[in-house]
């Protein structure tokens, strides 16, 4: 009777002592499981991106050529060390080559305008930088990281900047770059869901919670992420990490 006492207090203990280290493997098993999925939907992503695009995605009409600068789309970016404004029509200002036309939005180091080429009637937003005296080194650094990273990018998922006007007298440093005209993608679905409410008969500004935005189907969804990861991954194959992806940085042009 001491003998089996001894035998069960020995395997309770035992059993005691085991139950936290299973636990440990247990964890550490659904972790392998975990990078083993993880691997493989890796893997399908890679064989989807690779796959050849077709040539106009489903019920979308082809995209058409954009407006030349003067350049080719794959041509390098323009640097100008020269600003010159002026006045046309008392309310319109003209800098270098473009006309500006209004304000899209504004931020803690600058505006962002929506401007017309002069020569070929281009549409492009143009980035308003203001130099401030006494701004930290590592704003400024940024700044000038910012512009040297977008001169080296050339994907069709990323915005392309088309020319620096960086006159070291001047108060702004201005960076033309594409427009998107439908604006970012949470925006497009508000307005989206604002038309649908509209047609509907009913009110509401289309913006705000997660219900007043209209959904993306799941045919749009895949055509979207389908160019965001192909954006991310070639910003990621040439060492750069975007750092903020989210549906008010993906924006839409009009395909």
């Not at 059993?15 to 972790?31: K, N, T, Y």
């Not at 040297?148 to 440093?173: S, W």
């Not at 427009?179 to 869901?193: C, F, I, N, Q, V």
């Amino acid at each position: 009777a001491k003998v089996l006492a001894m035998q069960r207090e020995f395997k309770a203990e035992l059993r005691g002592a085991f139950e936290p280290l299973q636990a440990q493997i247990d964890a550490l098993v659904g972790r392998v499981e975990t990078l083993e999925e993880l691997m493989v939907e890796r893997q399908v992503l890679v064989d989807w991106l690779e796959e050849p695009e077709p040539a106009t995605p489903p019920g979308r009409a082809p995209r058409g050529p954009l407006a030349p600068i003067g350049e080719d789309e794959g041509a390098a970016v323009k640097e100008s060390t020269i600003v010159s404004k002026r006045k046309v029509q008392r309310e319109f200002t003209v800098i270098n080559d473009y006309l500006v036309l209004e304000t899209l939005g504004s931020g803690a180091h600058g505006e962002v305008k929506l401007c017309r080429h002069e020569a070929s009637g281009r549409l492009l937003a143009m980035k308003v930088v203001r130099r401030v005296k006494g701004r930290r080194l590592d704003e400024a650094a940024a700044v000038r990281n910012e512009v040297a990273i977008m001169k080296a990018l050339r994907h069709p998922n990323v915005i392309r900047l088309v020319e620096v006007i960086d006159d070291p007298h001047a108060e702004d440093i201005y960076l033309v770059v594409e427009y998107m005209r439908r604006g970012d993608l949470m925006h497009s679905l508000a307005e989206r869901r604002r038309r649908a409410r509209h047609d509907e008969g009913g009110g509401g500004s289309g913006a705000g919670e997660a219900g007043e935005f209209a959904p993306l189907s799941e045919a749009e969804l895949w055509f979207v992420l389908r160019q965001v990861a192909s954006g991310l991954r070639y910003l990621h194959d040439n060492g750069v990490v975007h750092g903020d992806i989210k549906p008010h940085n993906l924006l839409l042009n009009e395909d």
